[in-house]
């Protein structure tokens, strides 16, 4: 009962479905040459971090619940992408935590304590987030080797147990964007925190 109470308070008080963002599926990129600080200290930009394929861009946090649960999947899905020559960088959009848990001295730090294989960039002002329509933490757009997005919405079905997914919705897009074929599911609902953004 303790738990199914504390899961009840992290859904009423962290949960967040998307509605439309601004980037629908087939539109192009924004801002792709910008370049954002990782938490190695190097400046990177999309173009920098895409691949022949395409690229994956994931937008996180450090201590979103939903973010904990599905993140010891996001290496995994770093060496599937690169195996389809596919990009992937996760961006903290976080503008108003910027001063506290979503600092850029707290993203090292938990890159690190994660053993993050991929960059991960501090979305200043929210500008990406804002452009794609970032929904939640985490939200997931897939681009095609052009910029087209292709895909967007959740990573999988079940954030609580990698061991019981039935749908691998990135995973499955990945595939298909690399194998020519349609995606099947071209769009989910992301599940997970607001963005705590800096509005337009």
């Not at 539109?27 to 190695?40: G, I, N």
């Not at 200043?124 to 452009?131: C, G, P, Y």
Request: charged share 25%.
């Amino acid at each position: 009962m303790k738990t199914l109470f504390s899961f009840i308070l992290i859904l009423s008080g962290f949960l967040a479905l998307a509605g439309d963002s601004k980037l629908q599926v087939g539109d192009r990129a924004e801002h792709t040459s910008v370049k954002m600080l990782d938490v190695s200290g190097e400046k990177l930009s999309l173009d920098d971090v895409r691949d022949a394929n395409g690229l994956v861009v994931i937008f996180s946090s450090n201590t979103c619940p939903f973010v904990k649960k599905w993140e010891g999947r996001y290496n995994g899905l770093k060496q599937w992408a690169d195996d389809h020559d596919v990009g992937l960088v996760v961006l903290n959009s976080n503008y108003n935590n910027r001063n506290g848990v979503d600092s850029y001295e707290a993203m090292q730090q938990h890159a690190k304590e994660q053993a993050y294989n991929f960059p991960y960039l501090v979305d200043k002002n929210s500008l990406l987030a804002n452009a794609f329509g970032g929904q939640t933490t985490p939200h997931v757009f897939l681009f095609d080797k052009d910029y087209k997005l292709v895909y967007k919405g959740a990573i999988d079905d079940n954030y609580d147990d990698a061991s019981r997914v039935k749908k691998a919705y990135l995973k499955a897009a990945i595939h298909s964007l690399v194998a020519g074929e349609a995606i099947a599911e071209s769009e989910t609902k992301p599940v997970g925190c607001s963005i705590k953004r800096k509005l337009d």
